[in-house]
């Protein structure tokens, strides 16, 4: 993808998890995404996206662990 | 979008290649991508009449209680090859087709990145659709486990299921390569200056359904081959006397179904999108948001399959995680309704047919969702499981989803591929007719199920016999308004007013800077985006 070589500078930890986060949700912000598509690379959004699965996944387990624990049932 | 044409190169490629093979010829050896396209797309319709009269076959049996026409067997035969055909002979090479024919134009490619494959692609299809009919004339008749092929069932029956078994191998051989000839094309055929955020919906919606596609088919060639050697290689995987158990299919079949959903529904989203833009003269609302939601739908739609098996037996806790998952998958795909609805306001909407089927596939779409939210719910599912709710709600997702989108689709492109205009005023009696006998079809059976009948049976209690003789005739008025469609596009093959290359003033693209008909080597020099 050559066109997205010329990067000014690579886009922060941050930036990447705000972006993937807004993605789950579905909604984002115009000035947001002209500044991440400038830095933030396709690998960049594949690994967060995959990270951001697992996380979706793993918080859901905890969610449904907490709520089992506080009805006395086993999961 | 603007696009810089080099001269008109593109107009007169015929003459630089000489004439292709003519006769049948022409169609075996092709590695042109609009004839592939075409094939894709008649033999998908071919299926769809074929899966259509299954449907219609179901129906009369259920016209009325007791056994008419059909026997048990017979008609469990019908329910199995009815879903196997539509998903896996209609809904997908359909929108293969589209994507063969439209993603090189749109992005300023030649051609796909490999045509030899994307022939064997295709001509993958009609052996494995041969194997699904001719399997009702066999001993034992066709497989009749239901669509998903559920073992014990698959495991038991006769060479019919062996068949249906070697055709799904093949047709998700099929679909791999095609997704895997889109992926190339995609990503290293783009016209200079068409950088990934510029694509055309319909063009991002198919690069993610075809890594979906990569993802998820083989393993459901795994779940019917592990079927496969249940059956004759002495192995125990679904069989509990040996060990094995059944519900293990249902979990590998759902990890391919439920993305299965998403692959059939995700590039409607894209024809949905442009046409709703081109129809209502505004950009995409939230383009970006469009393709983010996209992405993470697919990506989620990996962690929920479990919500198609909450009555097989499931620790509560794992009901609860597969309920909260797939309620939350609900917000992204909201928020695609919610973009198509910013799109149109105070847009200069105009309500052609591509338009007509667009906004018939929103509303229908969001009913199948809202009924989707509902069977999401794990006790309200313990009572619907297996129910004509479930039936009603997956066919406002596919018909109304898939089918509506790939009309939309079709009268969208249809000036492009033919150089001709389609009747307006019939596609517009098409669209009325599908939306009145679709919903009289289908919206019946969500009382159906409520009051609790099963699905895949072909006989009910008396109690059930209007709201089915009402669905059976609804059924018969839908497949009898697919006559129209087909009337409609051959009548546009053959003649009609001669359309402009850019038939619909509001309409963005590359497609649309080259003449209608397109010629049959388009973009060979690349067009220049800016």
Known sequence: MKEQAPVAKQASFLAVVTTIFWAFFGVRKRSDHESSTVNITPVQVVVGGLIGGALFVFILIFVVRIIIANHGTTI | MEATVPGHADTHAHGHHGHPPSGLMRWVTTTNHKDIGTMYLWFSFAMFLVGGMMALTIRSELFQPGLQILEPERFNQMTTLHGLIMVFGAIMPAFVG???????????????????????????????????VTSLFVPGGAAAAGWTLYAPLSVQQGMGMDMTIFAVHILGMSSIMGSINIITTILNLRAPGMNLMKMPLFVWTW?????????????????????????????????????GDPVLFQHVFWFFGHPEVYIVVIPGFGVVSQVVSAFSRKPLFGYASMVYATASIAVLSFFVWAHHMYTVGMPVGGQLYFMYATMLIAIPTGVKVFNWIATMWRGSLS????????????????MGGF??????????????????????????????????????????????????????????????LSLIFFNMTFFVQHFLGLAGMPRRIPDYALQFTEFNQISTIGAFGFGLSQLLFLYNIITCIKGGPKAPAKPWDGAEGLEWDLPSPAPYHSWETQPTVK
Not at chain 2, 388 to 396: E, I, L, P
Not at chain 2, 409 to 422: D, E, I, R, S, V
């Open chain 2, 207 to 243: 690069l993610i359904t075809a890594f979906l596609i990569i993802a998820v088919m083989p393993v459901l060639a795994g779940a019917v081959t592990m079927i496969l050697t249940d059956r004759h290689f002495g192995t125990s995987f679904f069989n509990a006397a040996g060990g």
């Open chain 2, 98 to 132: 589209f994507a063969n024919w439209m993603i090189p134009m749109q992005i300023g490619a030649a051609d796909m990145a490999f045509g030899r494959m994307n022939n064997w692609s295709f001509w993958l299809l009609p052996p494995a659709a041969t194997l699904l």
């Open chain 2, 371 to 432: 009924s989707g939210l509902v069977l999401a719910m794990a006790p309200v599912d313990v009572q619907m499981q297996d129910t004509y709710y479930v039936v009603a709600h997956f066919h406002y997702t596919m018909v109304a989803g898939a089918l509506f989108s790939a009309f939309s689709a079709t009268y969208y492109w249809l000036p492009k591929w033919t150089g001709h205009m389609y009747n307006e005023k019939l596609g517009k009696v098409h669209f009325w």
């Open chain 2, 351 to 366: 309500f052609e047919t591509p338009m007509l089927f667009s906004l018939g596939f929103i509303f229908l779409f969001t």
